[in-house]
């Protein structure tokens, strides 16, 4: 009978044990990366653009206090960003109650917007380090969590060529914009898509900075309106929508849903689950149709200003599906391009000159992304 107690307790610890075990385990964070990283040339840097979930499985609310990127080691440190720069860099969904600090509630997650360049060989296998606090009702205790290795893309980035005529453009793009393309979540079919991970607004400038002659509320006055539209890259036209009109005026013209920010748009299938997104063109422009074949370099509609738009541009970006919202936007580069300079201050786009380029020995960039807000002249 001693021996049966026995084996009762033991069996009872031993079950006890393993659900502290299976709890602790539950305490700490999940770490997810939708869309696994892929790199792509800035400023002569490889670099990555990704996004981190970070997942509270705790039944205590969770203070986010560190995060760091390393090698798969451990031994080289990339970025390590305290609590105060994580607020800038995270959105916190599937909770009601926004802090002020960087805390998630049981069962909340937060999405890190990461963005880093390799300053020598970049790494092809990545960890995630964060370190946080377990908020509880008797105290905080400290904890720390690894996520599982992230294997970073080896395939060359993509390589396009100039999607606008000459002239000289100014690429704009911030991926610390809150409601920047970066950082712009759509959910379609209950996923979860981030379509402008790497979208491109150009608008075309004069040579003082100027994007307009005259007076800025009429849309004929910009530079860049009815400029030529190219074709990146030799391809077929996977779709293509012109049934929108535009106001003559910047002042008129409506607000559109998500479902309709488009405007008229082409999408270009160039093979590789790469499709090239061109959007808000003018009506009446669009030279091509579904299923066409295009060459590299062929003019296949004008700029213009449809869709949710606030002025005159040419939205670009490349997708892995033939969706507007329903897709994950693809790093890319372009051939050839003049860097002139960048504007540090995007408020002084239009009424001041940008900051030329200081070096100019540096001013031939070649398969590379173009940095935020930065002017260049595309090379023939």
């Not at 205590?60 to 760091?68: A, E, I, P």
């Not at 020598?120 to 380090?129: K, L």
């Not at 040579?207 to 307009?212: L, P, S």
């Amino acid at each position: 009978m001693k021996m049966l107690y026995s084996l009762i307790a033991i069996c009872m610890c031993s079950s006890f044990c393993m659900g502290q075990s299976s709890n602790r385990q539950l305490a700490t964070p999940d770490f997810k990366i939708p869309f696994g990283p892929e790199l792509v040339i800035i400023d002569g840097k490889p670099t990555l653009y990704y996004e981190l979930y970070i997942t509270n499985r705790s039944t205590d609310s969770l203070l986010l206090q560190k995060l760091t990127v390393l090698d798969a080691s451990g031994s080289s440190e990339f970025i390590s960003w305290s609590e105060k720069e994580l607020r800038s860099r995270h959105s916190i969904v599937k909770q009601s109650h926004q802090s002020k600090r960087s805390i998630l509630a049981p069962g909340s997650s937060a999405i890190v917007y990461i963005e880093f360049a390799f300053k020598q060989t970049p790494a092809i296998q990545i960890i995630h380090q964060l370190d946080y606090q377990l908020l509880k009702n008797a105290g905080t205790e400290a904890g720390s969590a690894r996520s599982a290795i992230t294997k970073v893309a080896s395939t060359p980035p993509l390589v396009l060529g100039a999607p606008v005529a000459s002239g000289t453009w100014v690429a704009i793009y911030e991926p610390s914009w809150e409601r920047g393309h970066r950082r712009v979540i759509y959910t379609v079919g209950g996923k979860d898509y981030i379509p402008g991970r790497f979208a491109i607004d150009f608008i075309r400038l004069d040579a003082t900075g100027h994007y307009v002659k005259g007076d800025s509320d009429s849309i004929r006055n910009w530079y860049g309106y009815s400029n030529d539209v190219l074709a990146v890259a030799d391809g077929v036209v996977a779709s293509s929508l012109g049934t929108f009109q535009e106001s003559l005026t910047v002042s008129a013209h409506p607000k559109f849903p998500a479902e309709k920010a488009t405007g008229n748009y082409i999408s270009l299938d160039i093979g590789n689950n790469h499709i090239v997104f061109y959007e808000h063109l003018k009506p009446g422009s669009i030279k091509v149709k579904a299923g066409q074949k295009v060459k590299k370099g062929e003019v296949i509609a004008s700029l213009g200003f449809t869709g949710q738009t606030t002025g005159p541009h040419l939205h670009f970006h490349v997708a892995n599906q033939n969706a507007p919202l329903g897709a994950e936007g693809l790093p890319y580069a372009f051939e050839n391009f003049i860097l002139r300079g960048r504007y540090t201050d995007i408020g002084k786009l239009g009424s001041e000159p940008w900051i030329p380029l200081p070096n100019t020995d540096q001013a031939n960039k070649k398969s590379e992304r173009p940095a935020p807000n930065t002017v260049i002249v595309f090379k023939p």
